[in-house]
């Protein structure tokens, strides 16, 4: 393999767009032929090597005005003429309708696609219309990556058996972070403030925290998705009056810093794929409090009572009384930080990328 093409939506920064990028850069340092083809630009995104080609396979001005139908096979028309004129050892397509398009793209030809699934299937892949495309398109494929075995087990043997289980690599500048002996009297988090990562939950939560440790704040790091979920926190926060010890902080490009200051690190989804932000906690070292939410990321690198706790989705009950117990347990706290930085020994960027490449190498030959 000498030519590797990634396929998806974007380089904004979320968990699909990061690892695409680092994927990217890695195998374009190793020597490769590296292009990324997505479907439009966004103004916060993902570096990009020199050495990595990206190309704009999107619908174009002129196409604004054209109906539903004509955009989507454009859309397809358009990756297909990229396909064809780099003509790639391998595809590798990032998310929903990523994998769809680029299956459509590739066709009959003989370029093999591998797609990847980076989020819960139920609820994204169960539709009417996906499991038409699913019992069309995926058989042509070549490969699939799933993040967990709960992922891998929603689809069809045919899509297991030729198919991995690769987590999502940590950006490096999080392993070896110290912590302070004695952090600030703080709980905190950081993910994009957006629907399903259930923000509302985590400050409900903390509010009856506040009640049993007063002198304890809620920091919540990340940008706005503009889905509305800002503004519920924000209503939340002045309803309960907890503008002094509820912070919405907004984007942070050092979080390595910030997030090592607080005590103790919440994550309240309701569903994901692999989260990159309760990983970056754990490299941190971290006493972590997460839901066990579908499709099962938190539980492939939580085990709970040892490197952190479980919680169901949505019992905000339940996160209110683990944090807790890690404010209040001091050496319970200490010793699952200490268990979370394992996490370096499987999720390093080298780690993922040589499984990535042993997995496209074996597609492409």
Same mark, same amino acid.
């Given at each position: ?5 990634? +396929? #998806?939506?974007?380089?904004?920064? *979320? ?6 990028t680092n ?6 340092k ?25 190309? +704009? ?14 955009? =989507?096979? #454009?859309r ?5 003429e990229? $396909? ?15 994998n ?42 070549a490969?699939? $990556? ?16 030729k ?11 999080? =392993? ?5 002996? !004695?952090? %600030?009297?703080?709980? /905190?988090? +950081?993910?994009?403030l ?8 985590l ?6 925290? +506040?009640?049993?440790?007063p002198d ?8 706005? @998705?503009f889905?509305? !979920?800002?503004?519920?926190? %924000? ?10 010890? &509820?912070?919405?902080? *907004? ?36 006493? /972590? ?10 539980r ?7 490197? *952190? =706790?479980?919680?169901?989705?949505g ?5 209110a ?6 404010i ?6 200490? @010793? ?10 499987k999720a ?14 074996? &597609?492409? *030959?």
């Amino acid at each position: 393999m000498k030519k590797i093409a990634f +396929h #998806l939506n974007t380089l904004c920064q *979320g968990g699909a767009e990061r690892v695409v990028t680092n994927l990217a850069n890695q195998f374009a340092k190793e020597g490769y032929e590296v292009y990324v083809a997505t479907e439009w630009y966004d103004e916060n995104e993902f570096v990009l090597d020199p050495r990595v080609t990206r190309v +704009h396979v999107g619908l174009k001005d002129e196409d604004a005005s054209k109906s539903r139908v004509t955009k =989507f096979l #454009l859309r397809i028309k358009y990756l297909k003429e990229f $396909v064809r004129k780099v003509n790639p050892d391998v595809l590798v397509a990032f998310a929903h309708r990523a994998n769809y398009r680029a299956l459509m793209a590739a066709g009959n030809s003989k370029i093999p696609v591998v797609i990847s699934i980076r989020i819960n299937p139920i609820g994204y892949y169960d539709a009417f219309t996906d499991k038409i495309q699913i019992k069309w398109l995926f058989p042509k494929a070549a490969g699939c $990556v799933y993040q967990t075995a709960e992922q891998r087990e929603f689809f069809k043997p045919y899509l297991q058996e030729k198919s991995r289980i690769i987590m999502n690599p940590i950006n490096p500048k999080y =392993f070896g972070v110290k912590r302070s002996d !004695t952090p %600030e009297k703080c709980v /905190v988090h +950081h993910a994009r403030l957006v629907d399903f990562k259930n923000q509302p939950m985590l400050v409900r939560a903390f509010l009856k925290v +506040h009640e049993k440790h007063p002198d304890y704040q809620l920091k919540i790091y990340g940008p706005d @998705s503009f889905d509305g !979920t800002k503004e519920i926190l %924000e209503k939340l926060i002045s309803d309960n009056n907890a503008g002094e010890f &509820i912070h919405l902080m *907004g984007a942070c490009n050092d979080l390595e810093v910030e997030i090592p200051r607080g005590e103790v690190y919440a994550y309240s989804s309701d569903y994901e794929g692999m989260p990159n932000s309760l990983l970056e906690a754990m490299a941190m070292g971290m006493p /972590v409090v997460a839901t066990d939410c579908p499709c099962g990321g938190p539980r492939a690198v939580i085990e709970d009572g040892k490197n *952190g =706790f479980l919680i169901p989705v949505g019992d905000e009950n339940a996160l209110a009384d683990r944090i807790c117990r890690l404010i209040e347990d001091k050496e319970l706290a200490k @010793s699952f930080g200490v268990e979370a930085k394992r996490i370096e020994e499987k999720a390093s960027v080298e780690a993922i990328f040589r499984q990535w490449k042993d997995y496209l190498e074996e &597609i492409a *030959g």
